[in-house]
């Protein structure tokens, strides 16, 4: 069974750039999950969608980060304009509508 | 909020020795917690997932514990090897099945 897939791998903006991440699920999984984890530091969630919806946002900077998930399938996670405390790596995880997540290998972003 | 933490924040051990990795959590209404590793610039690999039910899930060498009344899980390495070496993270999904971590226990196995 193919894992939870992400591109591109390793990513190096500017500040004030645009940056897009791309996370393909796991078949069948209707639950994605974007986090962002800072060198030292745990994840953090910053989005939930369960097929094309939002669950939970709560934690996503609005006002530079977006992300959708058209037709509950594929995801991109949006950054515009990046800040030099955006870097980080970018998570992508899928679930069934609950229960274990499995996570992609990652997106490590450099904000420079 | 869940609040997760995790001691040690860094253990070194040498090789054969058995290990235990402490994670404690604020909101006792979870109804699972799961246990990962990390290796240096990669995503996380699930190791154990502990229903709130349960008391104790193996896989191999890897032992996890959950008691929810305390807020406190562990994860008992045995027999450690070199290929051990990692950080390992706990996580524990409150509401929608939304992860909270702790910072990771950064293990290094001495061959």
Do not use: M
Not at chain 1, 22 to 41: D, E, F, M, R
């Amino acid at each position: 069974e193919a894992g939870v897939a992400q591109s591109p791998r390793y990513k190096i903006i500017e500040k004030r750039q645009s940056v897009a991440f791309w996370c393909n699920p796991i078949s069948g999984h209707a639950t994605l999950y974007w986090y962002q984890q800072i060198l030292g530091q745990g994840p953090k969630l910053l989005i939930q969608f369960q097929n094309n919806g939002v669950v939970d946002d709560s934690q996503l900077p609005k006002d530079r980060f977006s992300a959708e998930r058209l037709k509950g399938v594929d995801s991109t996670l949006k950054i515009q304009p990046a800040k030099l405390e955006d870097s980080a790596v970018y998570l992508c995880a899928s679930s069934l509508i609950s229960g274990e997540q499995y996570f992609g290998p990652g997106t490590r972003l450099t904000v420079t | 909020k869940q609040e997760v933490t995790q001691i040690p924040a860094a253990l070194s051990v040498p090789e054969g020795e058995n290990l235990v990795l402490n994670c404690s959590f604020t909101d006792s209404a979870i109804y699972n917690l799961q246990w990962f590793r990390q290796d240096p610039g990669k995503g996380l690999t699930s190791l154990l997932l502990i229903q709130s039910s349960q008391r104790e899930q193996t896989s191999g060498r890897l032992n996890a514990s959950l008691d929810k009344s305390s807020g406190r899980s562990t994860l008992y390495i045995a027999a450690s090897q070199p290929g051990d070496s990692a950080t390992y993270l706990c996580a524990a999904p409150t509401g929608a099945n939304n992860l909270f971590f702790g910072t990771g226990t950064r293990l290094t196995v001495i061959p």
